[in-house]
Structure formats: C-alpha cells, structure tokens
C-alpha cells in the first residue's frame, strides 16, 4: 500500500465523518424506537402463541421487523457508505397463504432483526454519549473516535440485517439453474433441428427411393439397380450424420477413454492449417459430468477459433490443480472475443459458473486469443 493510499484512509474532518456522526447520534433514537416497538409486540405473540391472537400478531410483528431492516439498511447507505444488498422476499416452499407465514415464523432475517432491535438501545446509548463526549471534550480526536464507532455499527448491521450467506447461495444457484436450464432447451432444440434437418430427410427420401426401385424392379432391373446403389449412399450418409450428432450429445470415445482421447479426436478433425496441440497432464479422471463440460467446452472454443477468428493453429491444455480442473485453449486468430449476452461465449461461461466454476476471456484485438475454465474436479453430488 502506497503512503497516499494509507493517509486516504486515515480520518478526516470532511463530510464523510459528518455522516458518520449523524448516524452514530441517530442510533440513540432508532435503538430506543425499535426495542419499544419490537420487544412488547415479540414478548406478547410469544406469550400468547397457545392462542390464534398470538400466532397471527408474531407473523405481522416478523413482518414488521423485516420491514424495519429495509429501512435501517438504508440508513447504513446513505450515512456509513455500507451498500448491503437487500434480501429475496420470503418465499414459501407450496403455495398458499398459510404456507407463506410458516416461512415468516422461521426467517432468519426476521429474527436476527429482533436481535438487532435488542441490541441497539444500549449500543444507541453508548454510540450517543461518547460521539457527544469527543464532541466537547475530545474534539481534536473526534475523526478516530466516529471512525471506530463507526465500524461498530457496519458490524452490526452487516452480520444481523443482510441477507445471509445460505440465502446468496440460494439466489445463485437459482440463476444457476435457470441458464441451465437455458442451455438444456437450446441444445435440444439444436439437436432436434439436426435431426429434422438432416437424418431424418435422408431417411425420408431413402423410403421413397427404396419405394420407386421396387415398383421398378420387374419393369427396369437396371435403373432399380442405380436405385438401390444412390439408397446406399443416402444410408452411409444418414448413418454418418447420426453418428456425429451422438458424438456432439456425448462421444463414445469419452465415456471410454477420457479427455486425452476425446479432445485428440476433435483436434485430428480439426479444419485448422496449422493444427490442434493437445496437452492433457491427469493422473486420474475427474467426475464425468465434469469431464463433459470440459469436453464440449473445448469443442465450441475450437469450433468458434475456426469459424470467426482465422486462426491457423491452437493449443489446448488440460491440468489438475488440487480440487480444480484446468483447461486452458489458445489461438493465433486476430482476437476481439468477447462475453456478450446471448453469444456464444456467454453460453460456455453460464455452463461453467452453474457448477462453481470459472471463465476467463483475453482477447485483444489483433490476437491471440487465451480462455481459461476453471472447473470442480467433483461436482458435488460426486464429493466424497
């Protein structure tokens, strides 16, 4: 840290401090508010919960300290700079209103409010007196004492009023899920063109040929002949192309053989001049689902470095690094890929953040272009 990043830092008589001193002296009035409001309504739906009065008043008071943090998380950003992101409405597992105030009654939040509220008339009490205090007697000190005081209540309202760390990863996992799912229509939609567009067409015009040579059979031996010999032809075809969509749903060579193959298959078909050098350095094989997601990964970026980026070679490495899967696909294309929405790129990188993993992109303009995935060696259904 350089000597102006450090005295940056140090406090000031500015109106940063002057918004901290505002929150600290507003925590006083707040503090003595919410312990008036939320410890008589909790005490009494507590104590009343044998009753249908005091089940329905602890739902409305959770409901009304939920509220409160909105407000207070609000405060903390506008006064202490503390941008504490808001938390998903509570959501029930069924539908249905009762289902809805059974997930209040045990919402986290909701409840680390309450102790909140319990803790902030003494903390209020203490955070007015001694800001009051600096004021008169310590003046020349006040910047340091707001700064501690301060931090305080970003603890505070940091560790009882954000959304907690299983919620985020909930959230995540929902959007996860979501590009997954995503992904997964898109696919079949792909394949089902394919298979409508192309084997599927073969076959319906090898039935009506195979048709038309037996009609003419008995009349023109020699041109069913011819016939039947194009009908060959159409079913080497079809058989080829069905072949190749198998291998984009999932080779055969990987499921035996693993990455090494796999990726050295793709790099033998590639249509670059100047090839495809693999490099795959595993002991072991990681789970296959995540052998797959490497696999096509690697297929797309190779696919993508023939179609759009002129390159004339690439390069794949595969590498285990402790509980990670590494891969990383080179070019010598003239580079400018990008993650953007919709593309391509973005599709690759939603499939592998869905599984904790990560995706790089470093393409300037003008080449090369370098991706790097990082990917769990075991998802988790498969950690041992």
């Known amino acids: 840290m350089t000597e102006p990043t450090r005295a940056a830092r140090r406090p000031h008589f500015d109106a940063r401090m002057a918004r901290q001193a505002v929150h600290l002296l507003t925590d006083l009035p707040v503090g003595i508010t919410a312990f008036a409001l939320a410890v008589p309504l909790l005490a009494l739906g507590v104590s009343l919960l044998i009753t249908v009065v005091g089940f329905w008043l602890l739902f409305a008071t959770l409901l009304l300290l939920r509220a409160g943090s909105s407000l207070e998380r609000a405060r903390a950003r506008v006064l202490l700079g503390e941008d504490i992101p808001e938390p998903p409405p509570v959501q029930a597992r069924r539908p249905g ?6 997930a209040t009654l045990s919402d986290g939040l909701a409840w680390r409010t309450a102790l909140y509220c319990l803790v902030m008339l003494p903390w209020g009490i203490i955070a007015f007196t001694v800001t009051v205090v600096a004021t008169v007697v310590l003046f020349p000190l006040l910047p340091w004492i707001v700064h501690g005081l301060s931090a305080v209540d970003r603890a505070l309202v940091g560790s009882l009023l954000s959304p907690g760390r299983l ?3 909930v959230r995540e996992l ?16 792909r394949i089902e063109r394919d298979l409508h567009d192309g084997a599927q067409a073969r076959l319906v015009t090898l039935a009506m040929d195979l048709g038309l040579a037996k ?10 002949a011819r016939m039947v010999s194009d009908a060959h032809n159409e079913v080497k075809l079809a058989l080829r192309e069905l072949r190749d969509l198998a291998r984009g749903i999932h080779p055969a060579v990987l499921t035996d053989r693993g990455l090494d ?3 050295s298959s793709i790099a033998a078909r590639s249509p670059l001049p100047g090839g495809v050098r693999v490099e795959v350095e595993l002991s072991e094989r990681p789970d296959s689902a995540i052998e797959g997601i490497a696999y096509f990964t690697v297929s797309e970026l190779l696919t993508n470095a023939a179609k759009h980026s002129r390159a004339s070679s690439a390069g794949v490495e595969i590498w285990r690094s402790g509980e990670r899967l590494m891969l990383q696909v080179r070019d010598d294309g003239t580079g400018g890929a990008q993650e953007l929405p919709g593309g391509g790129l973005a599709g690759l990188a939603e499939r592998i953040r869905a599984v904790d993993g990560v995706f790089v992109v470093d393409s300037p303009v003008g080449g090369p272009t370098n991706i790097t995935a990082e990917l769990p ?3 988790r259904a498969g950690a041992r």
């Open 97 to 102: 209103f009762l289902q809805l105030v059974f």
């Open 167 to 169: 919620t985020e990863r």
């Open 174 to 189: 929902e959007d996860d899920r979501g590009a997954v799912v995503d992904t997964a229509a898109a696919d079949l939609r």
């Open 215 to 224: 009609e003419k059979l008995t009349e023109d031996p020699e041109a069913a």
């Open 261 to 263: 193959a796999a990726l």
């Open 377 to 379: 060696w075991r998802t």
